[in-house]
Nanobody, 122 residues
Framework: QVQLIESGGGLVQAGGSLRLSCAAS????????MAWFRQAPGKERDFVAG????????RYSDSVKGRFTISRDNAKNTVYLQMNSLKPEDTAVYYC???????????????WGQGTQVTVSS
């Protein structure tokens, strides 16, 4: 069983930066691939970024590539999402998720956090 708690969301102006954190409980964190998803009002939950168990492989959606960076610290059971050059269209609730494979499909992730709101003003 893995419990995930996100933090770091907030209100930021366009062009600004935020760093999201996702703290995981459980001794098996390092065996999971981790990902960040986001969901805007009235829209589906979309893949943002993923990282494999070791941190050696990452993947990004086209909409955030070059602006966001995912990383993990297995010693701290934490995954991060550094978000730079934020745009109003990045506004959403951001969720972290744990699964056995780093894939884009929400259905392949076993554990989810409660989400953290990110709002980017123009």
């Amino acid at each position: 069983q893995v419990q995930l708690i996100e933090s770091g969301g907030g209100l930021v102006q366009a062009g600004g930066s935020l760093r999201l954190s996702c703290a995981a409980s459980g001794r098996t964190f390092s065996s999971y691939a981790m990902a960040w998803f986001r969901q805007a009002p009235g829209k589906e939950r979309d893949f943002v970024a993923g990282i494999n168990w070791s941190g050696g492989s990452t993947r990004y959606s086209d909409s955030v590539k070059g602006r966001f960076t995912i990383s993990r610290d297995n010693a701290k059971n934490t995954v991060y999402l550094q978000m730079n050059s934020l745009k109003p269209e990045d506004t959403a609730v951001y969720y972290c998720a744990a699964g056995h494979l780093m894939v884009v499909a929400t259905t392949r992730y076993d554990y989810w956090g409660q989400g953290t709101q990110v709002t980017v003003s123009s």
